[in-house]
Each structure stands twice: as C-alpha cells, then as structure tokens.
C-alpha cells in the first residue's frame, strides 16, 4: 500500500507533509527566527516557512480551493524583519527554488483563505513551544468538505512510533471511511495501518495530555483521572503527535479541557480527529459531541476534546457527566 493508492488529495497531502517534515528538521531556530504574536504566542522562521511552502504546493495542485491556515505575514512584513524574511526564503529555497524573498509574505498569506463548502486547513508548526524546547511538533493538514473531514494528514519530525516502525519521523495519513496510516520518513511510500489500543479498563487507561499546563485544565484533568481509577502516570507530549500517539495504541485517551473562553482551532484539531477515528477510535467534545467543523475557523459549538480508543469513550464521558453533575 502506498499514497498513491489513496487518491489525489491523500497523496498530495501525505507528500506536503513528508516535504513539511524533512524541512522543518532542517530549521535551528535562533532567538532572532522567532516572533510573537498577539496573543504573545511564539511564531518561527519553521512555522512561516512550512506555511509559505504548503500555500505554494497546493497553490500548484488545487487552484480553487482556499487554505485557511495558522499563521499570517503581519510580523513578515513588518520592515525591522527583513532577516526573518531572508532567513524564511532562505529555508524555503532549499525545496522551492522558485520563491524569491519577495514572495515570502504573499506566499504566507495565502493561507488567509476563509472556510467555505470545500477548503483546507493548516498548522504549518503544532506545538511551536515544543519545537523550541526540544519536545514534539508537528505539521498538521487536512481537507474538510461539507463541514467534515476528508483527508487529514500530520507530519511528526521528532516521533519515534515503537511497534510501528523503529525509524525517528513519519507522517500519520487518514482518509475518510478507508483508514489511517504512518508513513516513516525515511522509508519511501510504504504505509503501516494505524489502529487504536484495546485497553477496556479505565484503570488500565493511559492518557496523553499537553506539555504546556495553561493549554488544559489540570485540575478537572486530575480529578477525571481519580474518578476512572487510573493508574497509569499520563504521558505528556506537545501537539497532534498526541493524536498520533492514541491512533498508534501507544495512548489511549486524549482529553483537553479547555480554560474558560479558550475555543478550538480547527487546524489543531481537524487530522489529528480524523487520524484516531480512521484508526478505529472516537472523538467527540467533552459532552459527547461531534465536531462541527462547519463554523468557521474555531469550532464554537464544541468544548473540550476527548479522543480515545473507542472502547474507553463511554465510560470516559460518564465520569465527566458525573463530574458536572457533582
Ligand atoms: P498542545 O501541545 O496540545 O497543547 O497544543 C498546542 C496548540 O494549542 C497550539 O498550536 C495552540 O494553537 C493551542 N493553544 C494555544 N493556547 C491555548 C490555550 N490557552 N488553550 C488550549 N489550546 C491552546
Ligand atoms: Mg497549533
């Protein structure tokens, strides 16, 4: 099995996020390569320059549809960043001759699409704090027609996925109502099936949660895991590498409270869904909810996230019952 045998957009897809990956190992980022943004979160020559390069890939291969990504050009353009403007075409080039340094903030910003009834949705870096601190990361992509996810694909340059494949890096690929993949970097086209754990007890359970403590709520984190009785220490990853993680049965749920106001964007969670389910799990919000990815660029009619192997889900979104009810 290969991507070729997924179809044109799985294979396009899987391919720019290989591409996204092998690059962004390539970016040491220095403290002059990062920038913040307005909400004081951090933003990289990697996460600009994966963004450039994915907007002129599917720029090339899907003319009409529009991308509705993370990032924009607003710190690009700024006229003191010129050497994050070289430096973003400078890691570029080295996969896309063709883009100039003035191309750079046009490029970037192509992913200003707006979500309509077929577009794709990017984080071109998932996990920018832990690509900074050494821990996990991402590139997540994902094709979402008539609000729901077709095609989700998340390269993970630093994933090692013990049981699946001994290589450091892959690319996890889903297509819907066909299946869910790993791809190793390193090892041509081949795919690996992903399926989900069998673990049945929630004691047994072992969930996988944010690194950054202000992205979730522990403390109703702490109490749902007492109410399930678990006994198996979480593991803590940065990023849809935790998707990743429960599609491969390496963890078994995922849970993210949100902090009060806080709502999802789609692009960090639009593959990440799509690769656990295909994988055999199920995710749902915190009430049980399906994803409503038809609302825009955040998904306002859901709270919270709770991705598992299936078998856990129910008793996982009792306890939570239990504990609004409490
Ligand atoms: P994770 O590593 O799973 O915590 O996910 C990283 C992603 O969390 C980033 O890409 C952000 O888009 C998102 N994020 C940033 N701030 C928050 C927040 N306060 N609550 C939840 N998610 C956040
Ligand atoms: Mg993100």
Redesign the pocket.
Known sequence: MTLTDLGEEAKAAGEMMAEAARMARTVRVGTADVGAKA?E?PVTVADLAVQALVARRLAARFPDDPLVA?EDAATLRQPARAGLRARVAEVVAAFEPALQVDDVADAVDRGRGEPRDRYWTL?PI?????LLRGG?YVTALALIANGEVVVGAIGCPRLTLGGVSVEEGGVAVAVRGRGSWWMPLREGTELVPLRVSHVRESSRARVAD???A???DRTRQEALLRALGCEVPPVL????A?HVVVAAGRADVLV?F??PG?Q??I??QAAGALVVEEAGGRVTDLAGRPFDFSTGRRLTRNEGVLATNGHLHDAVLSALRAARSA
Do not use: I, M
């Open positions: 909400d979160s993370e984080d998932d996990g920018t704090k832990g996990q944010s690194v950054e202000a992205h979730s990853l940065d990023s849809q935790k993210r949100p902090r806080y999802e964007a692009w960090d």
